[in-house]
């Protein structure tokens, strides 16, 4: 039982400012806090955190405090579930009633309401809290402290890490598995040696670490790594401004190199976003050459595919899926369909959330958004029904190695760094050109489609519905009659979609067609169209 006068005195401590408002959602909460905005709201989920726990039966939860690809001055914190997942969704709205009540007795009511089992109620609650490398990180960390002094929890302070790895930490300690840091370099460091080709020289790559926790990070995972692979680690902490013309968010979205690469420089680049939950994989021998979440979700799907194929399970055959949103390149799907028989392609509404959901569907569940945020999830049945098989077996060992270096709570930018290169690594002892440029290689999987995306503002957002995947617009009807005709103006391979944003009264637009310059145009066309239904 949680004491009321020690919660009170600490809710008295940091008191709702009129002038903020707080919304959580798959980013957990996030926003500037240059003047201590973010106090209040962290302070309040850290409680929520311990009730989570004791509903839970006190298994560990986590509470991440960062703002992943956001600017340097913007803060805030992502709750970890017990399973090592998000938080379930059906308590974000209690975080943000939580965290908006007005004052400490409407605070006190929220989290009296809410049911927590009989048997639970004397549990000690056990809270995992990390931060990443932000100025404001260490004094928010002493906030969360706070609250969860006051609430009698444990407080496992696991100083700076990745969002990944506290995940990764709350999922082994709740499973019983070593949770410390550096049995989790040893899983990727050893699943990686075992998943690599045998006679494959040392990959060599530079990584650009957005000047993030990714950095130190990395860094210890490289000396685990040893000579497997030669990582050569960039835009570090204190090498310039978090986020700022680096890291996976620049490069993708603006399709510029980070800063510290120029046109013309050979190799393996990648870039990891300031948590270093999301990866994208470059070249720039002759510009920019990007290999995002797209390419990333293919090259593992048709990895996974292969291996699968050459082992005789007893009983049904393994279920492989590949979990894309609409805004998944339409080259991506193609290479799917017709390439990958074995594998079903679903599409889902966008958010990592719904991703992650759809995949745990298959025994084999990939999903990566084209940002490089993803995974691919193992069904613990197959992988249990793998093992059983007899040794030597090669395939099932990859599978298994790779079902260790893919975090199975989480998108995890580290393991997704081994996990590509060694797949690389099979890609070019595959084609028997081991001294191939890795990139141009990867890149010749399937052809991108020129692609668009806009927002036109409105009045009201909530006047458009959308189907479950969002490819179309059920209402206002007229609306989607108008895209349809734009799209059947641009010739086969030409697609385009509209979705109300789900955060501000703006729709955002999607377009694809053979050429940049028609793709622009159909763009243009479909901006026109929401801007003439009126909404």
């Not at 990764?168 to 550096?182: I, Q």
């Not at 020289?201 to 040893?226: F, I, N, R």
């Not at 570090?236 to 510029?256: I, M, P, R």
């Not at 030409?494 to 053979?514: I, K, L, M, W």
Request: charged share 25%; with cysteine; proline share 4%.
């Amino acid at each position: 039982m949680l004491d009321e006068n020690k919660l009170r005195a600490a809710l008295d401590s940091e008191p709702k400012r009129s002038d903020v408002t707080y919304a959580y959602g798959t980013a957990g909460f996030r926003m500037p806090n240059d003047s201590g905005q973010l106090r209040c709201a962290l302070l309040r989920a850290a409680m929520l955190a311990c009730v989570r726990s004791q509903v839970l039966g006190g298994q560990a939860v986590g509470i991440m405090i960062t703002a992943s690809h956001n600017r340097e001055p913007d803060n805030g914190a992502k709750l970890c579930d017990g399973d090592g997942g998000m938080l379930a969704a059906d308590w974000e709205p209690l975080a943000v009633k939580l965290a908006n009540a007005v004052d400490s007795a409407s605070a006190l009511a929220i989290l009296a309401a809410i049911e927590v089992p009989a048997e639970h109620r004397n549990v000690q609650p056990h809270v995992l809290v990390a931060r990443d490398t932000r100025a404001t990180s260490g004094e928010l960390r002493d906030v969360v402290l706070v609250a969860l002094l006051a609430c009698g929890a444990v407080a496992d302070d696991r100083g700076i890490l990745t969002t990944p790895q506290l995940h990764h930490m709350v999922r082994a300690l709740n499973s019983g598995a070593d949770d410390s840091e550096e049995a989790y370099y040893a899983l990727l460091a050893g699943a990686f040696e075992r998943l690599r080709p045998a006679a494959a020289a040392a990959s060599h790559m530079s990584v650009d670490c957005a000047c993030g926790v990714g950095a130190p990070q990395l860094t210890k995972l490289a000396a685990a790594v040893g000579e497997r692979a030669v990582i050569r680690v960039f835009n570090e902490v204190g090498d310039g401004e978090l986020n700022a013309d680096c890291g996976a968010e620049h490069v993708q979205k603006s399709l510029q190199l980070p800063r510290g690469v120029k046109s013309g420089d050979s190799g393996l680049f990648v870039s990891l976003d300031g948590d270093a939950d999301r990866i994208v994989f470059f070249g720039a021998s002759n510009g920019l050459q990007l290999c995002d979440g797209d390419k990333i979700a293919c090259l593992l799907a048709a990895f996974v595919t292969r291996q699968l194929g050459a082992i005789e399970l007893d009983g049904p055959a393994a279920r492989i899926g590949v979990v894309q949103t609409a805004y998944a390149n339409g080259g991506s799907s193609r290479f799917v369909r017709d390439h990958l028989p074995r594998a079903e392609l679903s599409v889902v509404k966008t958010g990592v959330k719904y991703l992650h959901h759809k995949a745990l569907e298959y025994d084999v569940g990939v999903y990566f958004e084209a940002n490089g945020h993803g995974t691919v999830l193992f069904a613990p049945a197959l992988i249990k029904r793998l093992e059983a098989l007899p040794s030597p077996n090669a395939p099932r060992d990859a599978i298994i190695a790779m079902s260790q270096l893919a975090n199975q709570a989480v998108g995890d930018a580290l393991g997704d760094l081994l996990l590509v290169v060694a797949l690389l690594e099979h890609l070019a002892m595959d084609k028997q050109t081991p001294d191939a440029d890795l990139i141009q290689l990867w890149s010749n999987l399937y052809d991108e489609l020129p692609s668009r995306q806009g927002k036109v503002r409105v009045g009201d957002r909530t006047a458009i519905t959308t189907s479950a995947d969002e490819t179309r617009v059920l209402e206002p009807a007229a609306l989607q009659k108008a895209v349809d005709e734009a799209v059947a103006r641009f010739g086969d391979g030409a697609r385009a979609f509209v979705r109300p944003s789900g955060t501000e009264d703006v729709v955002r637009t999607y377009a694809e067609a053979a050429t940049r310059e028609l793709a622009d145009a159909l763009e243009a066309d479909v901006a026109r169209a929401v801007k003439d239904s009126g909404i």
